[in-house]
């Protein structure tokens, strides 16, 4: 014998049926958690890359005082020690280094080493363009006393 379903009965056992809400709940959350994913990804690279461009100068102020007596020290420290020094951060590029400025103030004599690091097309300016940050250079300044 064959059971007769009305059609008001099929629409209403399909209405109370719950198959299916655990991947509704999933599929409405999905794009909030790979936004909070990238927002976790591109802060840690900017930090990381921040962290390491001020250890660069730090390091270049550090090594600045024994080529400080050259007229051309700043030269110096741009062209052999920046690219040595960055080889060694695992975050930076040495070719991306794309500035170290260099200034001695007389008056309190303090060193000041300046590094300008270029992050146009890197995975960290990707991430953070794609969820609205834009950092495409970080500059960072050390001083020393000499």
Known sequence: MKRQISQGTGIKAWARDENGASTVEFVVL??????????IGSASLYFAVSSDVQQLAHELARASLSV?????????????????????????????????????????GLLRVTV???????????LGSAIGLQFDSFQRSSFIQW
């Open 30 to 39: 999905l794009p909030f958690l790979i936004g909070m994913l990238g927002l």
């Open 68 to 108: 400080a007596d050259n007229g051309n020290w700043c030269d110096d420290l741009r062209t052999t020690r920046a690219t040595a020094l960055a080889q060694n951060l695992p975050t930076l590029n040495p070719e991306r280094v794309s500035a170290v400025d260099c200034a001695h103030d007389q008056a309190s």
């Open 116 to 126: 300008l690091y270029d992050t146009r097309g890197t995975l960290g300016e990707i």
